[in-house]
């Protein structure tokens, strides 16, 4: 089937499921994260934590491979036990009975500031950033066809970069012809409408970082965070109107932090008992409401680190018992 019969026919559908016509199954999703570059997804510890998540009502896992990025343009693919780590994860998600999610990351650390930052300041360096990362994620994208992966992600926040809109087309034509999966491009909040290309992917998806109160302190209940929660999501159906596509919250967090809802990317760590009474209420809120849109095809939890280092547990830990309540309240009572 040629990709405009495809896409017609996912017009079609989409239309009906904008209207209400029809409503499929959310993806009920977390990412599985890793400190370093990803051999703990191939450990004993990754089958301790999906048997975790699929009790908490978890049906979709996401992990992100990494590459490294420099100022010369260079992106790093890494060694190869990296992709024998990827690859090992990608079956033990599918053995445990959840859908995996491919969402590769550069690592930018000691480069940039964040990736939303990178871009290179003469054409020389940017040609050479499209054509390394182009080797990545044509190599990623050859392993999620291999190993059966639904969904992948040809990008992730690169917020500078995304006005090379030629470039991004071509590589996403090229992810096509070893790709048969559906293809999404992780965009951060922020800069939604900046994107060019959304039609020549499958989904819109969505960094889910909204700032939801104007103030530190806002009660949940308040009016005014209602109507912003709501603009988000009008702002939000509006795109997924307008392109035909559905939308993926490709990551969503809530640090442990009194500006949760003002800074919600911002990391924190209280222990404030208020604070994590408030983040789990945030969270069920959340979870009710985006659960109940039907042009939202799912939801990323960020996210779990297998093991049982204490520095696994920190920032937007879902292991926190306060979000794993959350997450049992709605998710584990849809099982």
């Not at 990545?136 to 690169?158: D, H, M, N, W, Y």
């Not at 800069?191 to 290309?197: A, H, T, W, Y």
């Amino acid at each position: 089937m040629n990709l405009k019969i495809r896409l017609l026919l996912f017009s079609v559908a989409m239309a009906f499921v904008v209207a209400g016509r029809a409503e499929a199954k959310q993806f009920r999703g977390v990412v599985v994260s890793c400190p370093r570059f990803g051999q703990i997804w191939a450990s004993s510890d990754m089958d301790d934590s999906l048997t975790e998540l699929k009790k908490l009502g978890v049906t979709s896992v996401q992990i992100h491979p990494y590459a490294s990025v420099d100022r010369s343009g260079t992106v790093s693919s890494t060694r190869q036990t990296h992709s024998d780590a990827v690859a090992e994860s990608l079956e033990k998600i599918k053995n445990a009975g959840m859908v995996p999610f491919l969402k590769p990351h550069l690592a930018y650390w000691g480069q940039f500031s964040w990736r939303g930052e990178i871009e290179f300041s003469n054409e020389v360096q940017r040609k050479r950033f499209f054509s390394t990362y182009r080797e990545f994620i044509l190599k990623q994208a050859r392993l999620a066809e291999k190993s059966k992966v639904p969904l992948f992600a040809v990008g992730t926040e690169l917020k500078k970069l995304l006005r090379h809109t030629a470039e991004w087309r071509s590589l996403i034509a090229e992810v096509r012809k070893v790709y048969s999966g559906q293809l999404v491009y992780a965009a951060n909040w922020d800069s939604v409408e900046g994107v060019r290309f959304w039609k020549d992917l499958d989904q819109i998806g969505v960094q889910f970082y909204f700032p939801l109160a104007a103030k530190d302190g806002v009660p949940l209940g308040s009016q005014k965070y209602k109507e912003r929660l709501e603009r988000v999501l009008d702002q939000l159906r509006g795109i997924s109107v307008r392109l035909s596509r559905p939308v993926m919250l490709t990551e969503i967090g809530l640090a442990r932090s009194q500006s949760m809802l003002t800074q919600p990317w911002k990391p924190a760590n209280s222990m404030n008992e208020s604070v994590l009474r408030k983040r789990q209420e945030v969270a069920e809120h959340l979870l009710k409401r985006l659960g109940s849109v039907s042009w939202i095809k799912g939801l990323y939890w960020w996210k779990w680190m297998p093991g049982n280092s204490v520095h696994f547990h920190r920032d937007f830990s879902m292991r926190d018992p306060e979000m794993r309540k959350a997450l049992t309240n709605d998710w584990g009572k849809k099982q």
